[in-house]
Protein backbone atom coordinates (compact mmCIF):
# COMPACT_ATOMS: atom_id res chain seq x y z
CA UNK A 1 0.00 0.00 0.00
CA UNK A 2 1.21 3.23 -0.81
CA UNK A 3 1.16 6.37 1.28
CA UNK A 4 1.46 10.03 0.23
CA UNK A 5 4.74 9.84 2.55
CA UNK A 6 6.12 7.58 0.26
CA UNK A 7 4.57 8.32 -3.11
CA UNK A 8 6.53 10.55 -5.14
CA UNK A 9 5.92 14.58 -4.95
CA UNK A 10 4.54 15.21 -8.14
CA UNK A 11 2.77 11.88 -8.77
CA UNK A 12 1.36 12.95 -5.63
CA UNK A 13 -0.17 16.11 -6.94
CA UNK A 14 -1.37 14.95 -10.20
CA UNK A 15 -3.33 12.99 -8.16
CA UNK A 16 -5.13 15.69 -6.65
CA UNK A 17 -8.65 17.39 -7.96
CA UNK A 18 -7.41 21.04 -8.45
CA UNK A 19 -10.12 21.60 -10.19
CA UNK A 20 -11.68 23.84 -7.20
CA UNK A 21 -8.78 26.28 -7.50
CA UNK A 22 -9.37 26.97 -11.14
CA UNK A 23 -13.04 27.20 -10.40
CA UNK A 24 -12.57 29.66 -7.43
CA UNK A 25 -10.19 31.98 -9.34
CA UNK A 26 -12.95 32.31 -12.55
CA UNK A 27 -15.45 33.28 -9.44
CA UNK A 28 -13.18 35.13 -8.12
CA UNK A 29 -12.23 37.12 -11.11
CA UNK A 30 -16.18 38.65 -10.77
CA UNK A 31 -15.65 40.30 -7.63
CA UNK A 32 -11.91 41.87 -8.08
CA UNK A 33 -13.35 44.82 -9.20
CA UNK A 34 -14.82 45.32 -5.66
CA UNK A 35 -11.88 44.81 -3.92
CA UNK A 36 -10.30 47.73 -2.16
CA UNK A 37 -6.53 48.89 -3.02
CA UNK A 38 -4.78 51.81 -2.41
CA UNK A 39 -4.72 55.17 -4.12
CA UNK A 40 -1.75 55.67 -5.79
CA UNK A 41 -3.26 58.41 -8.47
CA UNK A 42 -5.75 61.07 -7.83
CA UNK A 43 -7.50 63.25 -9.77
CA UNK A 44 -6.98 67.28 -9.26
CA UNK A 45 -9.28 69.66 -10.86
CA UNK A 46 -8.79 73.51 -10.93
CA UNK A 47 -11.62 75.38 -10.79
CA UNK A 48 -10.83 78.91 -11.91
CA UNK A 49 -13.44 81.52 -10.69
CA UNK A 50 -12.88 85.46 -11.70
CA UNK A 51 -13.87 88.75 -10.25
CA UNK A 52 -17.36 88.27 -11.09
CA UNK A 53 -17.86 85.29 -9.68
CA UNK A 54 -17.74 83.05 -12.84
CA UNK A 55 -16.15 79.81 -13.35
CA UNK A 56 -13.67 80.47 -16.17
CA UNK A 57 -12.23 77.55 -16.53
CA UNK A 58 -11.85 73.85 -15.63
CA UNK A 59 -8.39 72.19 -15.08
CA UNK A 60 -8.13 68.59 -14.61
CA UNK A 61 -4.62 66.47 -13.83
CA UNK A 62 -3.99 63.15 -12.92
CA UNK A 63 -1.30 63.33 -9.66
CA UNK A 64 1.00 60.53 -9.45
CA UNK A 65 1.21 60.36 -5.45
CA UNK A 66 4.98 59.42 -3.99
CA UNK A 67 3.27 58.18 -0.88
CA UNK A 68 -0.25 55.51 -1.36
CA UNK A 69 -3.28 56.61 0.03
CA UNK A 70 -1.49 60.24 1.38
CA UNK A 71 -1.09 63.59 -0.85
CA UNK A 72 1.97 64.94 0.75
CA UNK A 73 2.50 68.59 1.57
CA UNK A 74 5.11 69.28 -0.92
CA UNK A 75 2.57 68.05 -3.73
CA UNK A 76 0.17 69.80 -2.86
CA UNK A 77 2.24 73.67 -2.40
CA UNK A 78 3.93 71.67 -5.92
CA UNK A 79 -0.14 72.03 -7.63
CA UNK A 80 -1.61 74.88 -6.52
CA UNK A 81 2.46 76.61 -7.04
CA UNK A 82 1.82 75.16 -11.02
CA UNK A 83 -1.75 76.89 -11.25
CA UNK A 84 -1.57 80.07 -9.40
CA UNK A 85 -1.05 81.51 -12.92
CA UNK A 86 -4.13 81.05 -15.68
CA UNK A 87 -4.26 83.06 -19.18
CA UNK A 88 -2.04 86.00 -17.15
CA UNK A 89 -4.12 86.08 -14.51
CA UNK A 90 -2.93 85.79 -10.85
CA UNK A 91 -5.39 83.16 -8.48
CA UNK A 92 -5.12 82.35 -4.47
CA UNK A 93 -6.47 79.50 -3.60
CA UNK A 94 -9.92 80.06 -2.42
CA UNK A 95 -10.82 76.16 -1.29
CA UNK A 96 -9.53 72.94 -1.07
CA UNK A 97 -11.88 69.51 -1.16
CA UNK A 98 -11.29 66.34 -1.00
CA UNK A 99 -13.74 63.33 -2.55
CA UNK A 100 -12.24 59.94 -1.45
CA UNK A 101 -14.90 57.29 -1.41
CA UNK A 102 -13.53 54.64 1.15
CA UNK A 103 -16.60 52.80 1.04
CA UNK A 104 -16.55 48.93 2.48
CA UNK A 105 -16.85 45.96 0.48
CA UNK A 106 -19.38 44.47 1.91
CA UNK A 107 -21.72 48.02 2.16
CA UNK A 108 -21.55 48.24 -2.02
CA UNK A 109 -25.09 46.94 -2.50
CA UNK A 110 -26.49 48.65 0.28
CA UNK A 111 -25.55 52.03 -0.86
CA UNK A 112 -26.58 51.83 -3.70
CA UNK A 113 -30.05 50.34 -2.65
CA UNK A 114 -29.80 54.06 0.10
CA UNK A 115 -31.98 56.70 -0.63
CA UNK A 116 -29.85 58.64 2.29
CA UNK A 117 -26.88 59.54 0.32
CA UNK A 118 -23.63 59.08 1.53
CA UNK A 119 -20.71 62.09 1.56
CA UNK A 120 -17.55 61.32 0.12
CA UNK A 121 -16.31 65.17 0.12
CA UNK A 122 -14.68 66.95 3.07
CA UNK A 123 -12.82 70.00 3.18
CA UNK A 124 -9.78 70.04 3.16
CA UNK A 125 -8.77 73.68 6.23
CA UNK A 126 -5.10 73.27 5.96
CA UNK A 127 -1.95 72.84 3.25
CA UNK A 128 -0.77 69.77 4.93
CA UNK A 129 -0.61 66.15 4.18
CA UNK A 130 -3.89 64.64 2.57
CA UNK A 131 -4.45 61.12 3.94
CA UNK A 132 -6.93 58.89 1.47
CA UNK A 133 -8.83 56.25 2.71
CA UNK A 134 -8.86 52.67 0.45
CA UNK A 135 -10.89 52.93 -2.44
CA UNK A 136 -12.62 49.84 -4.08
CA UNK A 137 -11.06 49.63 -7.64
CA UNK A 138 -14.00 50.06 -9.45
CA UNK A 139 -14.15 53.79 -7.81
CA UNK A 140 -10.73 54.55 -8.05
CA UNK A 141 -10.84 57.13 -10.97
CA UNK A 142 -13.75 59.11 -8.64
CA UNK A 143 -11.13 59.85 -6.12
CA UNK A 144 -10.55 63.68 -7.12
CA UNK A 145 -8.66 66.66 -4.80
CA UNK A 146 -10.88 70.12 -6.04
CA UNK A 147 -9.14 73.26 -5.70
CA UNK A 148 -10.77 76.69 -5.99
CA UNK A 149 -9.05 79.80 -7.66
CA UNK A 150 -10.33 82.34 -7.10
CA UNK A 151 -8.88 85.79 -9.39
CA UNK A 152 -6.77 88.56 -7.29
CA UNK A 153 -7.28 92.01 -7.44
CA UNK A 154 -5.34 94.69 -8.06
CA UNK A 155 -5.57 98.00 -6.33
CA UNK A 156 -7.39 100.37 -8.59
CA UNK A 157 -5.34 102.80 -10.16
CA UNK A 158 -2.35 101.27 -9.91
CA UNK A 159 -0.68 97.79 -11.19
CA UNK A 160 1.22 97.35 -8.08
CA UNK A 161 0.57 96.75 -4.60
CA UNK A 162 1.86 99.80 -2.50
CA UNK A 163 2.92 100.44 1.13
CA UNK A 164 3.23 103.40 3.32
CA UNK A 165 6.16 104.24 4.10
CA UNK A 166 6.45 105.30 8.30
CA UNK A 167 9.50 107.15 9.15
CA UNK A 168 10.79 107.09 12.61
CA UNK A 169 13.01 110.09 13.99
CA UNK A 170 14.90 110.24 17.65
CA UNK A 171 13.35 106.48 18.24
CA UNK A 172 10.13 108.23 19.07
CA UNK A 173 7.16 107.78 16.55
CA UNK A 174 5.22 110.77 15.14
CA UNK A 175 1.34 110.04 14.83
CA UNK A 176 -0.64 111.35 12.20
CA UNK A 177 -3.41 113.53 13.08
CA UNK A 178 -6.66 112.79 11.30
CA UNK A 179 -9.42 115.32 10.57
CA UNK A 180 -12.80 115.01 11.88
CA UNK A 181 -15.26 116.60 9.28
Request: no cysteine.
Amino acid sequence: MNYPEEQDEDEFYSNLDMNWIKEFEKTDENYIPFYSENVNEIKVTSLYVDKENNIETIKEEILLLKQENMVTKEELIDVIKKNTFKDKKRYTILSLLKYNIDLETTHVKHYLKSVVPRNFLAVVKNIDNIPLKKTISMFQDLNTLFILFYEKTQPTGSNHQTTKKIYISNNKTKKKQLKVF
